[in-house]
């Protein structure tokens, strides 16, 4: 079986980017996305993939969803559905959805565990999460952190399994 997961950053009003980017920077979502996902595949829209720092990001299979055909970068798969990017994913290994909103929106359906971490303000994005029926879903962790010197905001850590 398939096993998709959602890893996502969003804000209080579900704002995840803006311009292609993120508004935050928060060192230590940032090592827990690098930690979650390494040795893993992560399959992430063409949009996404355009503002990643580093292309591809080390130690991780990627898979990005694009409509064009003649789209191709060293180092990674291409895929032109939703669906063939799930057929690529290994069956029996998390493979790790990272966004953004279109895939996000696109692949909710099919996702068995969200990592959310929900950063503790509004910002005025371009770009958002979907809403999720809460009652779909089991909050299994809940992992609270606060501003410090290198975190301009709270956040928290959270991890919902779909109810069966
Ligand atoms: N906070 C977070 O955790 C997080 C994580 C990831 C991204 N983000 C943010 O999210 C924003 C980007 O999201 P986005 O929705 O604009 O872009 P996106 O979902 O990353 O990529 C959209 C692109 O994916 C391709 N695509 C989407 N659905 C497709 C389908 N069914 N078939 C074929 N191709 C498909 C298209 O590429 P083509 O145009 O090439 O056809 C489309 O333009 C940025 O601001 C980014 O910083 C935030």
Redesign the pocket.
């Known amino acids: 079986m398939k096993q998709l997961s959602i ?4 804000a209080e009003n579900r704002v ?7 508004l935050w920077h928060l060192p230590a979502d940032l090592k827990m996305f690098k930690q979650a996902t390494s040795g893993h595949t992560i399959i ?6 355009e ?1 990643l720092p580093v292309k591809p990001l080390p130690n991780r299979r990627h898979i990005v ?4 055909k003649d ?1 191709s970068f060293n180092g990674i798969e291409v ?4 669906e063939d990017a799930i057929v690529l994913c290994n069956s029996n290994e998390e493979s790790f959805i ?9 692949l909710l359906p099919f996702v068995q565990t969200l990592y959310i ?1 929900e950063v503790k303000a509004c910002f005025d ?3 958002f ?1 979907p809403e999720i029926n809460l009652n779909e879903w089991e909050l299994i962790n809940s992992e609270p952190h606060f501003a410090d010197e290198k975190h301009k905001f709270d956040f928290t850590f959270l991890t919902y399994k779909r109810k069966s």
């Open positions: 890893i996502v950053a969003f995840i980017g803006k311009d292609n980017q993120l992430l829209g063409r949009k996404t993939w503002s969803i694009t409509s064009q789209f895929v032109h559905s939703i990272v966004g953004g909103e279109q895939i996000y929106k696109q971490t994005g371009d770009a999460f």
